[in-house]
């Protein structure tokens, strides 16, 4: 049996490749997956809301998704 993603970046990674061509619904459908991670964890949704524009930000500083542009 192969071994899975060791790192966040590789498990990052592995998701995204699992997300549709089509870059609308890939977001769609990662919105919906976040959201019931944070209903499930019990996060308010202010802390949420923080939490994804920290994720966003630092991933664009890192030089995330550059390729797609």
Known sequence: M???PKSDSE??????L????DPRRG???ATV??????LT???D?????LGLQVALT??????????RH
């Open 33 to 38: 997956a976040c959201a019931a991670a944070v």
């Open 11 to 16: 498990r990052l990674a592995a998701m995204c």
């Open 27 to 29: 977001v769609d459908i």
């Open 2 to 4: 192969a071994d899975g």
């Open 18 to 21: 699992l997300l549709p061509d």
């Open 41 to 43: 964890a019990g996060v």
């Open 58 to 67: 630092e991933m664009r500083e890192g030089g995330f998704g550059q390729e």
């Open 45 to 49: 949704d202010e802390t949420a809301l």
